[in-house]
């Protein structure tokens, strides 16, 4: 089976209010960006996405109205290129933390880290009272990215919960790692800390790793060391933040290479000769010859002159768009049998990405629930429902009483949300939410 996957990075949703007026010309881009994404999905073998790649700064200042309107333009592309809303995966960038938070204690502790390094981030994170001080800067990128079930590690590690099986026993696992943990006003290049926590990857027999991050390894204190677990344990290291597309795949030893690629910006602070909106449409898919992952990449960008996204065959540099890469952990686990031709077409269908869950946290399973129709009414309850309305919706339905007060965190929330639905209340769930979105169209349309 072939994973496709469009992949964005620093659509910077919100810049417009620092540069004036191309608020009209960056919507133009990215409307163009849907219709050239479904165009060249539509034709591939698949014909549809398996999922949307967003490797950080999503807004441009960490503020609500920005994921909102980042939102509405994700739920648009998913569904021109075949795929769900929660099919979509995220990282965070610099730009989306909210510097208007970072005073008193905050500032404090990140002037630590960057002093003392992985010894004073350890120290923060060992403390609940402290880690809700670091996180305190991703209050609205965590509301936003908890919705699409990318939550945040708020004790320092990497999440790699997202996998896709590309044949019998060869599969790709998606790790996400917060490479703006200690992102402050002015960041350096070099200065930033992935931490021990991260930084430390865990390959399987039968999996590779695809290494999703904002920031390069040169902004990275850690980065040596960094760059030595990615050699060792991965097999695909994506990231944003430069602005600059690039594509890199290096032999590590026989039988073993690392592919890196670097984004462009979906929406750049400036357009001239150097920078331009660019993205990137991914496919993976198991090389039976080889036993190995292969990749093969379209890049898109940005032509002014015709003012359309077109292939962008200069970053492939002469290189073939499909690369098979060495992958000893496909070799490590037995090799699938080899496919007879008359099954192929049924191999190359596309592949879904999987949310790997604790067994006690299966609740669409235990609800008999379809997982699709859970996943879409987890999104639209987190994302577009204001805390009042998610807390009105569960005191109606029995999952807390009416005298509690606000306060509530994710993680509470999301409890009460999966005991309703293993309440086998699923239906009057989504009733609700129905209900409370439309009174508020109604509130709106009446103004």
């Known amino acids: 089976m072939t994973a496709v996957f469009v992949h964005l990075s620093d659509i910077h949703f919100g810049q417009e209010k620092k540069n004036g007026g191309q608020l009209k010309i960056n919507n133009d881009a990215r409307r163009e960006l849907i219709e050239d994404a479904a165009a060249v999905i539509a034709a591939l073998p698949n014909k549809r996405a398996s999922g ?127 490479s703006a943990l200690i992102c402050s006003k002015g960041d350096k290049e070099g ?70 690629l670097a984004a462009g910006a979906t929406t750049p602070d400036k357009i001239d000769d150097t920078y331009n909106y660019a993205y990137n449409i991914i496919e993976f898919d198991w090389d039976e010859h080889e036993d190995a992952l292969a990749v093969t990449l379209h890049p898109r960008s940005w032509n002014d002159d015709m003012k359309r996204f077109e292939a962008d065959d200069v970053r492939l540099r002469g290189r073939d768009s499909r690369i098979v890469l060495g992958s000893p952990n496909f070799r490590r686990a037995p090799r699938p049998k080899m496919l007879e031709p008359d099954v192929l077409d049924a191999h190359a269908q596309t592949a879904m990405v999987e949310i790997i869950v604790p067994k006690e946290e299966d609740v669409a399973a235990d609800a008999q629930v379809d997982e699709a129709e859970y996943q879409n009414l987890y999104l639209r309850f987190f994302r577009d429902l204001t805390e009042g309305e998610r807390l009105r919706i569960l005191v109606e339905l029995d999952a807390i009483s009416g005298d509690i007060a606000g306060g509530f965190n994710h993680e509470i929330e999301s409890r009460l949300f999966r005991s309703v ?27």
């Open 421 to 447: 639905v293993r309440a086998n209340r699923f239906h009057d769930l989504r009733r609700k939410v129905d209900e409370a979105l439309i009174k508020r169209e109604r509130t709106r349309g009446a103004r």
């Open 191 to 260: 200065h930033l800390l992935l931490g021990q926590r991260q930084r430390v990857l865990e390959a399987g027999p039968g999996e590779e790793l695809v290494v999703l991050t904002h920031h390069p390894l040169n902004w990275y204190s850690d980065a040596d060391d960094a760059r030595k677990f990615l050699r060792g344990r991965a097999r695909v290291f994506v990231s944003g933040h430069e602005h600059l597309a690039a594509l890199d795949v290096q032999h590590i030893e026989k039988g073993r290479d690392l592919m890196l």
């Open 52 to 178: 949307i790649i967003v490797t950080g700064d999503l807004a441009y200042a960490g503020k609500r109205e920005e994921y909102d309107a980042a939102g509405k333009w994700l739920d648009e592309l998913a569904r021109r290129v075949g795929c769900k809303a929660a099919d979509i995966q995220m990282i965070p960038g610099n730009h989306d933390i909210d510097r208007d938070k970072i005073k008193g204690a905050t500032q404090m502790m990140l002037e630590a880290i960057i002093a003392e390094g992985e010894e004073a981030l350890n120290r923060f994170l060992e403390e609940q009272v402290d880690r809700d001080v670091l996180y305190s800067r991703f209050t609205e990128y965590r509301r936003f990215a908890d919705a699409y079930q990318c939550p945040l590690d708020c004790t320092g590690n990497n999440s790699a919960e997202r996998r896709v099986e590309l044949a019998e026993g060869r599969a790709i696992r998606f790790v996400r790692l917060n």
